[in-house]
């Protein structure tokens, strides 16, 4: 069997240092982070691992389980948001903040100001450990991007990066080094691939009849990025 691509520091291409700030965080369990884009660079992964790290409950949420169509709503939705994980004791994580957290300057209705409104009065009275992911930063607004401690900016593989997760995922599902070595200058020019490329492709081969080669999965590999 194909075992799921496992989680990994050494897989994540981001301008700050993951190990000093998780370490930092076992010592003060208290900051809020803004995780920037593309899809599938592992922005929403490194926040369950920061939870697994400091034996913490997680609690996951999105802009459309807050939204609400009365009026106050949404800002009640927030406000319990908050209080489950202060409750809790969980590391808290909004996903697809963008939309959710628009720039304020082109709001047109009154209740898309105040929604926003409560969340930045909610998060600078919380104490524990807050992440936002977003693919597309620029649309925050620029109040909400200052309540940030840490803003990171999560990128595709490196070369060798890519490389290594190929060498890794061959050898975990059982292919020969010297059939998956002749490739690896194809890796390395194979750019925009993240590890969730390579978590879906394993998913792909997984429900292929034939067995597990190194040129199947850069192949579908070469399929994700022109995807």
């Known amino acids: 069997p194909i075992i799921q691509t496992a989680f990994s520091l050494d897989f994540i291409n981001a301008n700050a240092d993951i190990h000093s700030i998780l370490n930092g965080l076992k010592n003060s369990p208290q900051a809020t982070f803004c995780l920037y884009g593309p899809p599938g660079t592992g922005k929403s992964l490194l926040a369950r691992h920061v939870a697994d790290e400091l034996g913490i409950p997680l609690l996951i949420k999105r ?21 489950q994980a202060r409750d809790d004791g969980a590391v808290l994580v909004l996903d697809e903040a963008d939309s959710f957290l628009s720039d304020r300057m082109g709001a047109h209705r009154q209740w898309e100001v105040t929604q926003t409104n409560e969340f930045l009065t909610r998060l600078e009275s919380f104490e524990g450990i807050f992440f936002a992911t977003t693919n597309l930063v620029d649309k925050l607004d620029a109040a ?12 595709y593989l490196t070369a060798d990066q890519r490389w290594g997760l190929f060498v890794q995922e061959c050898c975990r599902m059982g292919i020969a080094s010297d059939e998956f070595a002749p490739l690896e200058s194809a890796i390395r020019r194979l750019d925009l691939l993240t590890p969730g490329d390579f978590a879906a492709a394993l998913k792909n081969i997984k429900l292929s009849a034939s067995s597990p080669t190194g040129d199947s999965l850069i ?3 070469e399929a994700e990025v022109r995807m």
Not at 63 to 83: C, H, P, W
Not at 144 to 155: N, T, Y
């Open 144 to 155: 909400v991007l200052r309540r940030f401690s840490h803003k990171i900016k999560f990128d």
């Open 63 to 83: 802009a459309s389980d807050l939204l609400n169509k009365y009026v106050g709503g949404t800002e009640q939705r927030i406000a319990a948001m908050f209080e």
């Open 219 to 221: 192949k579908v590999l």
